[in-house]
């Protein structure tokens, strides 16, 4: 089991950039894939990125690709999600996630743990 700790959200304005963490708890993090889902007001919670267990490869949405990225480090037990020219579109809470089975990258019942998000805000 592996407990998920968020931090590194808050205000921004479009166009700045934030970078969130995710902290994990365990032994065993390595042996975890990670994402990054959001859930926007009033919206369902929605894929936004997703990195390997060894960190070699990366998958992400569409409304996200090219100005987001995902990283982790396996020594820190640490996954982060750089977000860059930020849109006020990109507005929601960020969850981090984790799974040990993985099929579907984007699919938010493949991840078995999650954290309790952080919030990120972007003005217009």
């Known amino acids: 089991q592996v407990q998920l700790v968020e931090s590194g959200g808050g205000l921004v304005q479009a166009g700045g950039s934030l970078r969130l963490s995710c902290a994990a708890s365990?032994?065993?993090?390595?042996?975890?894939?990670m994402g990054w889902f959001r859930q926007a007001p009033g919206k369902e919670r929605e894929f936004a990125a997703t990195i390997s267990r060894s960190g070699l490869n990366t998958y992400y949405a569409n409304s996200v690709k090219g100005r987001f990225t995902i990283s982790r480090d396996n020594t820190q037990n640490t996954v982060y999600l750089q977000m860059n020219s930020l849109k006020p579109e990109d507005t929601a809470v960020y969850y981090c996630?984790?799974?040990?089975?993985?099929?579907?990258?984007?699919?938010?019942?493949?991840?078995?743990?999650w954290g309790q998000g952080t919030q990120v805000t972007v003005s217009s």
């Open positions: 996630a984790a799974s040990l089975y993985i099929s579907n990258w984007d699919r938010e019942t493949d991840y078995a743990y």
């Open positions: 365990g032994r065993t993090f390595g042996s975890y894939s």
